[in-house]
């Protein structure tokens, strides 16, 4: 089975700083979904990758998917409070009835 | 646009008492629909998904059971609720064909005491 990993598992910065989550595959990735979760509420869609190299932008968000299609980062770029919650990654499952699977999730804190 | 509603938002029940959560979905047709627990804050475990009106899949034994009378509509339902059932339930949508991005909704949280 698929699975993915996620780090760090928990994220503190100040405000205004640049951070990286990760998000590695044990297998091709076919489709990589990014969400952000704040606490007791539903996951909220960021973007998905599929082609190997990509990379997308929403507004200080931006992810990118490996040439090899095994790991993806999330880069947020001058960090506000808002930008705190947890972000989940999310992969297709080859074969599957549009399945995905769930890393465990990235706690990030931004202190004003 | 599409939106997804759960209800209810919380919900505390005493242990052996019945559970039904419902979720419906508005804006589109034919959508594949999902349930998950999230225990912990973190990890979602896929418990039901659904492809069409009276097709479930179960991917967790357990004493939960999902329904879908309607196409737009998804219910989880149990018997009798265990301690373990306490937890955040999400359900989601996906478009499905082309498209395996889920959409989820507001969650529900139950504690069974």
């Known amino acids: 089975s698929q699975e993915l990993e996620q780090s760090p598992q928990s994220l503190i910065v100040q405000e205004g700083k640049n951070l990286t989550i990760n998000c590695t595959s044990s297998?091709?990735?076919?489709?990589l979904y990014w969400y952000k979760q704040k606490y007791g509420e539903g996951l909220i869609f960021l973007m998905m990758?599929?082609?190997?190299?990509e990379e997308k932008s929403h507004e200080k968000i931006t992810a990118k998917l490996d040439e090899k299609k095994q790991q993806s980062s999330l880069h947020i770029t001058a960090s506000q409070p808002s930008h705190a919650g947890i972000y989940l990654c999310?992969?297709?499952?080859?074969?599957?009835?549009?399945?995905?699977?769930f890393g465990s999730g990235t706690q990030l804190t931004v202190l004003p | 646009s599409q939106t997804i509603h759960q209800w209810p938002a919380t919900l505390v029940q005493p242990v052996g008492s019945p559970l039904s959560l419902e979720c419906t979905v508005e804006?589109?047709?034919?959508?594949?629909l999902y349930w998950y627990r999230q225990a912990a804050g973190r990890g979602l475990q896929l418990l039901f998904y659904?492809?069409?009106?009276?097709?479930i899949s179960s991917e967790v034994p357990q004493n939960l059971s999902a329904s879908r009378p309607q196409d737009r509509q998804f219910i989880l339902s149990s018997k009798k609720l265990l301690l373990s059932d306490s937890g955040f339930y999400l359900c989601?949508?996906?478009?499905?064909?082309?498209?395996?991005?889920?959409?989820f909704g507001p969650g529900t949280r139950l504690l069974v005491l």
């Open positions: 659904s492809v069409g009106i009276g097709q």
């Open positions: 297998k091709t990735l076919y489709g």
């Open positions: 999310g992969a297709d499952i080859p074969g599957s009835a549009r399945q995905l699977t």
């Open positions: 989601a949508w996906s478009p499905g064909l082309a498209d395996s991005t889920q959409y």
């Open positions: 990758l599929q082609k190997g190299g």
């Open positions: 804006g589109t047709s034919n959508p594949n």
